[in-house]
């Protein structure tokens, strides 16, 4: 094969998009070319931006998300769906990819279903604890689909679980211990990073205002907003900012703890740079409780601190940033912890189970 064309669907969130980042730039390094490989994503301004700052193609399509409650824009995003699948089988047609990769969401299914209908191979990924509506879909039309945990596995129909390979979650960033310990030496105080997913988080925000002063007491604080939820607050040792983009990784391994969601991107980023973290996950009334279930499995882990969604308040959270940076030895057995949840490069086990179901279909390459 001279050319292994991929395409990659995801978006609506960052956790559905920059993982493919990584994925796209292994496969580059394959001695097969994938330079002209493209994405598929929605019309969202915010996916476009990311996508662009990435130098990659990609197409945008209509998005419709699969609510299991009811609403009446349910109807309205029954066409959108419908619209989207069909623009997918166009891009497919044109593109003629060997292979489409999905990072779930709601965006990617109508292109999974496209390649299905061209008999396109179709790899897919569940960061989750527990499979999505979308994955319990999706694994019905793909080969294979990479999961974070082996008791993943357990959450889709019986009849399809064999499809299932452990992979571990994608992440952009990379651990170097001697950088990390040179620029943590060098702080003169802890650094507590606040972040909210790539959206930002209105309940983290509000929790956190309203104690920024004593919190910089005792640690300078790197603060995510969110796009638009920054409410201009300026303070000796606050750094206030919609969204960490070049510099995340640096900040990362500035960072003594962080206070965060809990989506599967953000735990992958975490363990793979060793930052303990204060875990506030998204409340079951607002999800299908996968922030939930992936909190708990670090607390089991004993590798994260978590607050419980619905009776947080300010001083809690307070009294938990305190408590952990006074706490040197609970710290470095957090760090220790998050280390042996490493395992090998999900990327490059993503790019081992791309390869086999290319081999699967087209003997070897």
């Keep these: 094969m001279t050319e292994m064309k991929i395409c990659y669907t995801g978006g609506g969130t960052g956790g559905h998009i920059f993982p493919l980042f990584s994925i796209d ?29 990435e130098g990659v193609r990609f197409y945008r399509i209509r998005g419709g998300k699969l609510r299991r409650y009811f609403s009446f824009q349910n109807a309205a995003d029954i066409f959108n769906i419908i619209a989207a699948f069909f623009q997918s089988v166009k891009i497919l047609k044109i593109e003629k990819p060997v292979l489409l990769f999905s990072k779930g969401g709601y965006v990617s299914l109508p292109p999974v279903a496209a390649a299905y209908l061209l008999r396109i191979p179709i790899v897919a990924h569940e960061s989750d604890s ?5 994955s319990k879909i999706a694994v019905r039309m793909c080969a294979r689909m990479c999961i974070a945990r082996e008791e993943v596995s357990l959450t889709f129909p019986d009849r399809h679980r064999h499809k299932c390979v452990v992979t571990g979650v994608p992440t952009t960033v990379h651990f170097d211990l001697e950088h990390a310990m040179r620029i943590r030496k060098e702080r003169k105080r802890p650094l507590i990073l606040i972040l909210g997913g790539s959206q930002g988080a209105v309940q983290i925000n509000e929790l956190i205002f309203p104690v920024i002063d004593r919190l910089l007491a005792f640690a300078d604080i790197v603060h995510q907003t969110g796009e638009g939820k920054e409410n201009g607050i300026r303070k000796m040792g606050y750094t206030q900012i919609p969204f ?72 809690q959270v307070l009294q938990s940033l305190e408590g952990l940076l006074q706490d040197p030895q609970r710290l470095e057995i957090m760090r220790e912890n998050l280390r042996k949840l490493k395992g090998k490069r999900s990327e490059e086990l993503i790019a081992r189970v791309i390869i086999d179901t290319l081999d699967e279909k087209n003997g070897t390459m």
């Excluded at 390094?29 to 662009?52: G, H």
């Excluded at 527990?130 to 979308?134: C, D, K, N, Q, R």
């Design 25 to 53: 730039r292994h496969m580059k390094t394959l001695p097969v070319p994938t330079e002209n490989s493209f994405y598929i994503t929605s019309e969202k301004d915010q996916d476009r931006r990311w996508l662009e700052s």
């Design 244 to 315: 960490l983009h070049d510099s995340y990784e640096q900040t990362l391994y500035e960072s003594t703890v962080v206070l965060s969601r809990s989506g599967a991107t953000v735990i992958a980023d975490l363990i793979e740079m060793e930052v303990p973290p204060i875990l506030i996950p998204i409340p079951l009334k607002a999800s299908r409780g996968d922030q939930q279930d992936n909190a708990r499995y670090l607390q089991r882990m004993k590798a994260a601190v978590v607050l419980d969604s619905d009776t947080v308040d300010s001083s």
């Design 130 to 134: 527990t499979a999505s509506l979308t």
